[in-house]
């Protein structure tokens, strides 16, 4: 079963809309759908604060209203049919993947950083094209290359890897994996299709060392390795203080041990944001971040109250 896209850029070309979408199985046309626009395209740069919101509440409602169906179909051809329904489709090397949301980003660059740190610190000489997901085009390739692969001129296609993530999520799972090691992490996570790894065993010998830059983290008397034993509670699920330094995982030992004291604040937080959100806002940051803030305002408003009551002149008369 596959699924063929005929379109163009209605903004690029001046057209209207026109865009058709074919499945085919068993080399036969099965479903044919068609999308038509009646009038020209509509740039949403050139429209003012008013008529983006007189746009967004025309047609607003139409996918509130066609969710619960869509969900309702769903269910009743998994329970008649024995259907598998797909709520998102297996993504392909090529696939353009979604916008990365604030989050996101802010822990791309830990893994990002990570992943140039092995590199930088490793004897031996690889390469390794890292294609970033959900960020603009101009940041989403790096190239990445150890000491001894910069010292000789020509290029060793034994010890090159292409790194490229697939979904944007893949950086908020690669936080919250239980795995701790990062070979391990990067095999659970290529085998539920959010990375590409193009030679697993050159990344093998990438991170072969990874244990023993870990004893530097013995080291470490601060008040920064109990907050990240928060972390790892959080994401094995039982007391950190039992498993120790060894509890956290290979992201945490390299924010721990080669990011600046702002740096490992922020990570913390994002992290933190993520798994609090999981308990208080069915998982959305955005959502918990309103919670927090109503929380603080509540909070202040309540101390104000008091304050007020206390510090109130009385109206007695003797």
């Not at 395209?41 to 429209?47: D, E, M, N, Q, V």
Request: charged fraction near 20%; hydrophobic fraction near 45%.
């Amino acid at each position: 079963m596959a699924y063929t896209l005929t379109t163009a850029d209605p903004l690029r070309c001046e057209r209207p809309i026109d865009s058709r979408i074919v499945l085919a199985a068993s080399n036969r046309v099965r479903l044919i759908a068609s999308i038509r626009a009646t009038g020209p395209a509509i740039r949403p740069a050139a429209l003012s604060a008013y008529q983006r919101s007189q746009l967004i509440l025309s047609w607003g409602w139409v996918g509130a209203l066609t969710e619960p169906r869509i969900y309702f179909q769903a269910a009743m051809l998994h329970v008649q049919r024995k259907l598998r329904v797909w709520s998102l489709p297996v993504p392909l090397e090529k696939t353009i993947s979604r916008r990365a949301n604030r989050l996101e980003r802010s822990l791309e660059c830990f893994v990002r950083g990570y992943l140039r740190h092995r590199v930088e610190n490793t004897d031996g000489s690889f390469t390794v094209r890292y294609s970033a997901a959900g960020l603009f085009a101009n940041d989403a390739v790096e190239i990445m290359q150890s000491p001894s692969a910069r010292a000789v001129s020509s290029k060793c296609p034994d010890k090159a890897v292409e790194f490229r993530v697939l979904r944007p999520d893949f950086y908020t799972s690669i936080v919250e994996s239980r795995a701790l090691t990062a070979e391990e992490v990067f095999k659970l996570l290529a085998g539920h299709d959010f990375l590409r790894v193009s030679r697993m065993n050159v990344l093998r010998d990438l991170f072969c060392d990874e244990s023993g830059s870990f004893t530097e983290l013995a080291k470490l008397s601060r008040p920064g390795c109990l907050a990240f034993r928060i972390i790892a509670w959080f994401r094995k699920g039982r007391p950190a203080a039992s498993a120790g330094l060894r509890s956290l995982s290979a992201l945490d030992y390299y924010v721990l041990t080669s990011c600046s004291p702002a740096e490992q604040r922020h990570y913390w937080m994002q992290v933190m944001k993520l798994f609090l959100s999981r308990y208080f806002a069915f998982g959305h940051v955005p959502l918990f971040e309103v919670e927090v803030l109503v929380a603080l305002l509540a909070v202040g408003w309540g101390l104000l109250a008091t304050l007020s009551l206390v510090y109130s002149p009385d109206d007695t008369t003797v």
